[in-house]
């Protein structure tokens, strides 16, 4: 069952930047992210206790008022050391060898949807590093 979680938008935000975040916050639970009148709707599957109090973090974390540039790049740089450890199996190897780990163990869906999480969370880490000013 989707549940639609609301909570009141920062005054200024990239909702994109915003998206991306809370689709890799919520890990592979959000649906979507987006706005409502004045508020920021999340969508989430499986709902869990403390929802509300991530999205309220997250959304504390896109305001510009709340976080300065230099707070804004340790929670960045936070993120991607995170999404990193989720993918430190990839350290030192050649793509033919991260090709066949995958080959060898990623056998079923479930597995499947684990290794694109991780390297989506990746990638978006990656991306947040290469803008920072």
Same mark, same amino acid.
């Given at each position: 069952?989707i549940?639609r979680?609301?909570?009141?938008?920062?005054?200024?935000?990239? /909702?994109? =930047?915003? =998206?991306?975040?809370?689709?890799? !916050?919520?890990?592979? =639970?959000?649906?979507?992210?987006?706005?409502? %009148?004045?508020q920021? !709707?999340?969508?989430?599957?499986?709902?869990?206790?403390?929802?509300?109090?991530?999205?309220?973090?997250?959304?504390? !974390?896109?305001n510009?008022?709340?976080?300065?540039?230099?707070?804004?790049?340790?929670?960045?740089?936070?993120?991607?050391?995170?999404?990193?450890?989720? /993918?430190?199996?990839?350290?030192?190897?050649?793509?033919?060898?991260?090709?066949?780990y995958?080959?060898?163990? *990623?056998?079923?869906? %479930?597995? !499947? =949807?684990?290794?694109i999480?991780?390297?989506?969370?990746?990638? *978006?880490?990656?991306?947040?590093?290469?803008?920072?000013?």
């Open positions: 069952m549940t979680i609301l909570s009141p938008a920062p005054p200024t935000y990239n /909702i994109h =930047r915003l =998206r991306e975040d809370a689709l890799a !916050a919520f890990k592979g =639970r959000a649906q979507d992210c987006n706005e409502v %009148a004045d920021i !709707a999340i969508y989430l599957d499986p709902p869990q206790p403390g929802d509300q109090a991530m999205l309220t973090s997250l959304l504390a !974390a896109h510009p008022a709340l976080t300065s540039t230099v707070q804004q790049k340790a929670v960045d740089l936070a993120s991607a050391a995170t999404a990193y450890k989720t /993918i430190n199996w990839l350290a030192g190897k050649t793509p033919e060898q991260a090709e066949g995958i080959l060898a163990n *990623v056998n079923d869906l %479930a597995t !499947a =949807r684990a290794a999480a991780k390297l989506a969370a990746a990638v *978006v880490a990656l991306a947040k590093l290469v803008s920072l000013d």
